[in-house]
């Protein structure tokens, strides 16, 4: 059976990092894992996920910033990014959407909700109707 789509999870909490792919693969997605920060914009020119899961702060990199990069990539416009956080303040979570992001998740989350936010934004991406697409189109 072919997967529902690729998602990259990327935690530096190991334990998170196999309950996410627990989950996602359960749920048919395929799932490639990554526990370091220098590594993911590499990763997702090679992998070329349908998806990113990405941890704001981890000890090698923050999420925000590659957040930002990978949304000056015009191949990653379309890919959902949601970000995990264990903050949840105002000014992180406005930081998140404007560096791209298309939503947020607290830790700890529950796993139905991470399942419907992935839905969501898998279907919104189909339809080229993700928050950060409508935010490019009007910055250009």
């Given at each position: 059976?072919k997967?529902?789509?690729?998602?990259?999870?990327?935690?530096?909490?190991?334990?998170i990092?196999?309950?996410?792919?627990?989950?996602?693969?359960?749920?048919g997605y395929?799932?490639?894992?990554?526990?370091?920060?220098?590594?993911?914009e590499?990763t997702?020119?090679?992998?070329r996920p349908?998806?990113?899961?990405?941890?704001?702060?981890?000890p090698?990199?923050?999420?925000?910033?590659?957040?930002?990069?990978l949304?000056?990539?015009?191949?990653?416009?379309?890919m959902?990014?949601?970000?995990l956080?264990?903050?949840?303040?105002e000014?992180t979570?406005?930081?998140?959407?404007?560096?791209?992001?298309?939503?947020?998740l607290?830790?700890?989350?529950?796993?139905?909700?991470?399942?419907?936010?992935?839905?969501?934004?898998?279907s919104?991406?189909?339809?080229?109707a993700?928050?950060?697409?409508?935010?490019?189109?009007?910055?250009?």
């Amino acid at each position: 059976m072919k997967p529902l789509a690729k998602i990259m999870a990327v935690d530096d909490e190991r334990i998170i990092l196999d309950n996410i792919e627990n989950l996602l693969k359960g749920s048919g997605y395929d799932v490639v894992k990554l526990g370091k920060a220098p590594l993911v914009e590499e990763t997702v020119r090679k992998e070329r996920p349908n998806m990113i899961l990405l941890d704001v702060r981890m000890p090698d990199g923050d999420g925000l910033d590659l957040c930002k990069n990978l949304r000056q990539d015009p191949k990653n416009e379309s890919m959902p990014i949601l970000m995990l956080t264990g903050l949840d303040d105002e000014p992180t979570i406005v930081r998140a959407l404007e560096n791209g992001a298309d939503d947020y998740l607290t830790k700890p989350f529950k796993f139905d909700e991470l399942l419907e936010k992935i839905k969501a934004l898998l279907s919104a991406a189909e339809k080229n109707a993700l928050p950060s697409q409508r935010a490019s189109k009007k910055t250009k």
